[in-house]
């Protein structure tokens, strides 16, 4: 029998800073966070290929920046967002040990509603304006993996309260 077991522990720090300030009565405002996150275990590049690592996955310093409009039934917000490199996976299945990492990378999005009604709100969104792409490597920088071609994605819809 052959089954994953919860054998090891670590342990997560961190912690985050965030403000948000409208100015005055203009409806306009900014907002920010910046995030920190550490485990105290990690992916080794310099590892022995042949064996498993344990590392803990996901984990990365984040920060937003955000450009705000709220009144007269408007709503729009431009955000930059920056995501630093992290560990997407390891241990892969048969031989294949190398651990993978995104590489660090930031987009930015805006999203505009307008509230019609006291009942209903339409709005549009795009994400990732820029089109901007991730990129994964595994030992080092120059060991590519791929490259996710993210293109922007556009919505619009529409909501209705009862």
């Known amino acids: ?31 920010a966070n910046y995030t920190i996150v550490k485990g105290d275990v990690g992916a080794d590049r310099a590892a ?3 064996t498993d690592v344990f590392a803990l996955t996901g984990l990365s310093d984040t920060a937003n920046a955000v450009l705000m409009y709220e009144k007269y039934g408007w709503s729009a917000r431009l955000a930059w967002n920056w995501r630093d490199e ?7 299945n048969g031989n294949n040990r190398n651990p993978y990492f995104v590489e660090a990378y930031d987009q930015v999005d805006l999203t505009v509603s307008y509230q019609l009604t006291d009942n209903l709100t339409v709005a549009a969104e795009a994400i990732n304006v820029t089109g901007e792409d991730t990129r994964w490597s595994a030992r080092s920088y120059n060991q590519f993996v791929r490259v996710v071609d993210q293109s922007p994605r556009y919505m619009v819809g529409m909501r209705y309260t009862f």
């Not at 992290?86 to 892969?92: F, S, V």
């Open 1 to 31: 029998v052959n089954r994953p077991v919860n054998q090891r522990a670590a342990k997560l720090r961190g912690w985050e800073i965030g403000g948000q300030y409208f100015f005055g009565d203009t409806g306009f405002g900014v907002q």
């Open 86 to 92: 992290y560990l997407l996976a390891a241990n892969q």
């Open 48 to 50: 022995d290929p042949g």
